[in-house]
């Protein structure tokens, strides 16, 4: 079929010394590699290399005319006639040693597709063993990474975690699991130190995106001029002293899974349209790019504040509200479910001597009724923080009420009242109004719990059982500076 084109006697005749070139290069592939086909344009071979023909159990005359798949199982030429793309470099698996081929289009001067040409181009990867070896070490390297990344982002708690089994505490767990299989923005709302945290590492554990990461934000805890870049990624060089290959954000770490937003309400103004925008329209724009990713996220957001008061003043957008608010999940306060007591001093007990290696595992009765009578402002977070301290400074296995008080007073006691009030008033008349007493209160009680910690904000917090953003933000409310 192929006769052999002798050198062009004419150096100045271009189309013989081109009929020359692409004889002598098929001629060379076809000598060095280990087996060619060529089919046409309907995928049926019109001729095949006699050892080529052998490897697959045919030859070379009886395959002419048959569809390479025949003649070559799993062979993809027909998809390069199809398409008319060429696949330069593959490894086709056959019943011996692997093969590495190359695939490519055949075209008449017009562009049209006459049919394809293939070359086996080495018997196994031992030619590339040094690639392969080096590739193969990289993927390694990269899926043990990858492993490490996904283990970190899934969830770490589930609703086996929410302990308690008051009629508040179930109906939530009930509520939640509904909501973990709705793919719907879900807000968690409940004071500081409730558990939001918690609950959400439980709904993404029990949803259809579990197998996906869980990216947790505090909102509180990014800069406003650093949040875009956060939430949306940085593109390649966008700014100097960005990073060369660029910087993913968290709705692209999140992609597949859910994002966690703590604290919803302290994102500032300006980022909320842009989040907005991102969850209606599932696309972003990362910082310094012109270009738009798609996101397949779910969110869960969570707060203490009054969201729909901040609406009303304006400081929240309504429409982010009602986005975020599709399915809402109200935290009780501890104060609310007392009868959660036993089980979660039980539990929290057991995970302290656990971590800590403390003897102490149990409450007495007194120390019960003394922890019913408390009134809990930072919630759960609050008795964590007492029980961890009593623990490590118990020396028994059982804690009772006197080795709790101490530490309860400091947090659960008001403030001293001296016998005269400042405006006058003796001590046993109430007057003035009830928002600038409860202020003034609040503004004592915060001035007392930071002298009691020496003026650190980091401890106050801890004592108080409230998070260092929520106690930063009330010590700038109310002007108090440490």
């Not at 569809?67 to 199982?73: A, G, H, L, Q």
């Not at 199809?82 to 698996?93: A, F, K, N, Q, T």
Request: charged fraction near 20%.
């Amino acid at each position: 079929m192929f006769n052999k084109i002798p050198w062009p006697q004419n150096l100045d005749n271009v189309e013989e010394l081109y009929s020359w070139a692409i004889y002598s290069l098929f001629e060379s592939v076809e000598n060095h590699s280990e087996g060619t086909v060529i089919v046409d344009q309907n995928a049926d071979v019109v001729w095949i290399n006699s050892r080529y023909a052998a490897r697959f159990g045919s030859t070379s005359q009886n395959a002419i005319g048959r569809p390479v798949e025949e003649v070559i199982p799993g062979s993809q030429m027909r998809d390069v006639v199809h398409s008319g793309r060429p696949i330069l470099l593959d490894i086709m698996e056959t019943k011996g040693p692997p093969l590495v081929v190359m695939r490519l289009p055949i075209k008449n001067e017009e562009g049209d597709i006459l049919g394809a040409i293939g070359f086996a181009l080495y018997d196994g990867l031992n030619p590339f063993s040094p690639l392969v070896a080096t590739f193969s070490r990289m993927k390694s390297e990269l899926d043990s990474i990858k492993g490490v990344l996904v283990h970190e982002r899934q969830a770490k708690y589930s609703f086996q975690n929410v302990i308690g089994q008051s009629p508040a505490i179930l109906e939530l767990k009930n509520k939640a699991r509904r909501a973990a299989q709705r793919d719907v923005p879900i807000l968690l709302t409940g004071e500081t130190g409730t558990g939001k945290e918690l609950l959400a590492h439980a709904i993404h554990g029990a949803s259809p995106r579990a197998g996906g990461p869980l990216v947790c934000v505090n909102m509180g805890a990014i800069p406003e001029s650093l949040m875009e870049a956060e939430f949306f990624g940085v593109a390649p060089g966008a700014y100097t002293g960005a990073l060369k290959s660029g910087r993913m954000g968290k709705l692209e770490l999140a992609e597949g899974g859910t994002l966690f937003l703590d604290e919803i309400g302290d994102i500032p103004l300006t980022m909320q349209g842009k989040l907005l925008r991102a969850l209606q329209e599932k696309e972003y724009e990362p910082v310094g790019s012109n270009r738009m990713k798609k996101t397949n996220i779910r969110i869960i957001a969570a707060t203490s504040a009054d969201l729909p008061e901040m609406v009303a003043r304006k400081t929240f957008r309504g429409d982010l509200y009602y986005r975020l608010n599709v399915f809402p999940l109200q935290i009780p306060p501890l104060r609310e479910r007392a009868g959660c007591l036993p089980a979660l001093t039980e539990r929290i007990l057991k995970d302290v001597a656990t971590q800590f290696k403390t003897a102490c595992h149990g409450l007495g009765q007194d120390a019960l009724e003394l922890l019913a009578g408390h009134s809990w402002p930072g919630n759960v977070r609050e008795l964590r923080n007492i029980l961890e301290r009593a623990a490590m400074l118990a020396e028994g296995p059982i804690l009772g009420a006197d080795e709790i008080r101490p530490l309860l007073l400091p947090v659960g006691a008001p403030p001293s009242v001296p016998e005269q009030h400042t405006s006058g008033f003796p001590s046993d008349r109430i007057a003035g109004d009830y928002n600038e007493a409860m202020k003034n209160f609040e503004t004592e009680f915060l001035r007392q719990a930071l002298a009691e910690a020496q003026g650190s904000v980091p401890q106050a917090a801890m004592r108080l059982g409230l998070g260092r953003s929520t106690l930063y933000k009330k010590l700038k409310t109310f002007n108090i500076l440490p």
